[in-house]
C-alpha cells in the first residue's frame, strides 16, 4: 500500500517561529501536494510539485513556501508563523495518468497551533 | 475557476439504512472529473469513488454510488446499508481534464456523516 508519512501529528509553534512540515511518501510519485484543512472551508491547496526542485502555487500561497529536493520528499515552510496559519495541514501524492483522473494518496495531517 | 458547493454540514443515518450527500458543483471546463473523498477520525482521506464527466454512466463502488447529473451540475453520492465504519466527513471534489500538469482539485466544504445503531 502506498504510504504518505507527515512527520508530526500534533505541533504547537510560537509566532514568529519558522516551522517546517515534512511529507515523505513511498511509491515514486511524481506529483505532492500540501493542503490546509479548516472547519467550513474544506481542503485548500497551497503549493503543487509535480518533479523535483519544480512547484507552483495554489490557491493560498501567502507566507508558505515549499521545497523538494528528492523526489519522495515535501517540506512546507512557514517563514514566520502567525496565528493564523493555525490548521489542519494535510499532505498527499499522486501519479499523472493520461486521462488525469489520478487519485490522491493522503497522510494523516499535522494539526498546527501558532500561540 | 471552480467551485464546489456541499450544503449539508452535517447528515445523520441509521445503521443498515441509505443516505445521500449532495454535491453541486460549476466548472467552464467541458471536461472533467469528480471525487468523493472520505475522511474518518484517523483524519487520513481516502478516495470513495470518481466519475468521468463524459460517462453518461453513474460510477458504482460496493455500497457506494453517485447520481450524476451533469446539466443540473449535481454529483450526489448515495451510501447503501450503512455501517458504522462509514462515519466520517464527506468531501466532493472537482478536477478539470485541461489543468495542466498536476492534479489540481478543488474540494467543498464537507459533510460529516454520523452513523447511529
Known amino acids: 500500500d502506498v504510504k504518505v508519512t507527515q512527520s508530526s501529528r500534533y505541533l504547537v509553534k510560537r509566532t514568529g517561529e519558522k516551522v517546517f512540515l515534512e511529507c515523505v511518501q513511498d511509491m515514486d510519485h511524481e506529483n505532492m501536494f500540501w493542503y490546509r484543512q479548516d472547519p467550513g472551508l474544506g481542503l485548500r491547496l497551497i503549493y503543487f510539485?509535480?518533479?523535483?526542485?519544480?512547484?507552483e502555487k495554489g490557491d493560498i500561497p501567502e507566507g508558505y513556501s515549499v521545497s523538494r529536493e528528492k523526489k519522495e520528499r515535501f517540506s512546507l515552510i512557514l517563514e514566520s508563523a502567525s496565528t493564523n496559519q493555525t490548521s489542519m495541514y494535510l499532505c498527499a501524492s499522486s501519479s499523472p495518468t493520461t486521462g488525469g483522473n489520478e487519485k490522491l494518496f493522503f497522510g494523516s495531517g499535522t494539526q498546527l497551533s501558532v500561540l | 475557476a471552480q467551485t464546489v458547493t456541499q450544503s449539508q454540514p452535517e447528515m445523520s443515518v441509521q445503521e443498515a439504512e441509505t443516505v445521500t450527500l449532495s454535491c453541486t458543483y460549476d466548472?467552464?471546463?467541458?471536461?472533467?472529473?469528480l471525487f468523493w473523498y472520505k475522511q474518518p477520525p484517523s483524519r487520513q482521506m481516502i478516495l470513495v469513488i470518481r466519475?468521468?464527466?463524459?460517462?453518461?454512466q453513474n460510477a458504482t463502488e460496493n455500497r457506494f454510488s453517485v447520481n450524476f447529473q451533469k446539466a443540473a451540475k449535481s454529483f450526489s453520492l448515495k451510501i447503501s446499508d450503512s455501517q458504522l465504519g462509514d462515519a466520517a466527513m464527506y468531501f466532493c471534489?472537482?478536477?478539470?481534464?485541461?489543468?495542466?500538469?498536476?492534479?489540481?482539485?478543488?474540494f467543498g466544504t464537507g459533510t460529516r456523516l454520523q452513523v447511529t445503531l
Open positions: 466548472t467552464s471546463e467541458s471536461d472533467y472529473y
Open positions: 471534489a472537482l478536477k478539470g481534464a485541461n489543468t495542466g500538469t498536476a492534479s489540481k482539485l478543488t
Open positions: 510539485s509535480y518533479d523535483v526542485k519544480m512547484k
Open positions: 466519475q468521468e464527466a463524459y460517462k453518461q
